[in-house]
């Protein structure tokens, strides 16, 4: 999919631009999906409760103009250097924070800019703040943490009992 091809029954079908990949995971049984395949995803999003009527659902939120014009405005959106290397910073502070095991791979850089970069976007900065930045980063890092082993919470203070979210 990462190539805008999809194999379906040995053929492969290109996919309509712009093309989104949403995958659902059941709260009552965490862990169905590997860290491995978490790391394909953008962000982890939790909605406790519908955020719209069911009677609006059918309509499009957008329309292909809509995302068009969006897509343009998303690539002459500006990031920063002094933004990138924040942005890189915390990545690699929580690759070595003492609660986490695992942290996120480099492939968490690139989605982290998109990221940061369609949130400036949709709330029309033509660049990207480090608010943006942390407004983004919990959804975009907590799937890609994983905690130390419970066992460590004894040395590890103010952890014990937190969620990976929390922790990020």
Do not use: W
């Amino acid at each position: 999919m990462g190539k805008g091809i999809v194999p379906l029954h040995s053929h492969d079908h290109p996919v309509p631009k712009p093309f989104t990949v949403v995958a659902l995971n059941n709260a009552n049984k965490p862990g169905s999906l590997s860290q491995d395949m978490l790391d394909h995803f953008m962000l982890q999003l939790t909605i406790k409760e519908p955020i719209y009527d069911v009677q609006q659902a059918a309509a499009p939120a957008f329309s292909m103009r809509d995302l068009t014009k969006m897509r343009a405005s998303f690539e002459e959106t500006f990031i920063g250097k002094d933004v990138q290397e924040y942005i890189r910073d915390i990545i690699v502070a929580l690759r070595y924070y003492h609660a986490i095991g695992t942290g996120p791979t480099p492939s968490a850089y690139p989605l982290f800019l998109k990221a940061a970069k369609a949130l400036a976007t949709l709330n029309g900065y033509t660049f990207v703040t480090p608010t943006h930045v942390c407004q983004v980063a919990q959804d975009l890092l907590a799937h890609r943490a994983t905690l130390r082993a419970p066992r460590d919470f004894a040395t590890l203070p103010g952890v014990d009992g937190q969620t990976n979210s929390q922790v990020v």
